[in-house]
């Protein structure tokens, strides 16, 4: 499995921006795409973005297009969530998570094995 650690979440003003970072074990992280969930108070876990292995590839969920970037920078082991123009209904936990079959690039959580522990955003005036 990828061990999977996020960072990057805080309070922010909505119209606001976050950078979230996932930092994935070395050895096998070249080989997984990589995406972000978020859950809600009460709500599902959903899909918010996937990148795949080369960073080439990348989905969005249809409420984050235009204001969500994912990227990847595979000499750090690291991939990025830039949020832009973040609105209270951002608000959730949000989760980094892998595949369980490498060079796959799924976009159902039931296809990803391997979780990160999640990091708070909240988007509130």
């Known amino acids: 499995q990828v061990q999977l650690v996020e960072s990057g979440g805080g309070l922010v003003q909505p119209g606001g921006s976050l950078r979230l970072s996932c930092a994935a074990s070395?050895?096998?992280?070249?080989?997984?795409?990589l995406a972000w969930f978020r859950q809600a108070p009460g709500k599902e876990r959903e899909f918010v973005a996937t990148?795949?292995?080369?960073?080439?590839?990348?989905y969005y969920a249809d409420s984050v297009k235009g204001r969500f970037t994912i990227s990847r920078d595979n000499a750090k082991n690291t991939v990025y969530l830039q949020m832009n123009n973040l609105e209270e209904n951002d608000t959730a936990i949000y989760y980094c998570?892998?595949?369980?079959?490498?060079?796959?690039?799924?976009?159902?959580?039931?296809?990803?094995?391997?979780w990160g522990q999640g990091t708070q955003v909240t988007v509130s005036a």
């Open positions: 990148a795949s292995w080369t960073g080439g590839r990348t």
């Open positions: 998570a892998a595949p369980q079959f490498q060079h796959t690039i799924p976009l159902e959580r039931i296809d990803y094995g391997s």
């Open positions: 070395e050895r096998t992280f070249t080989h997984y795409a």
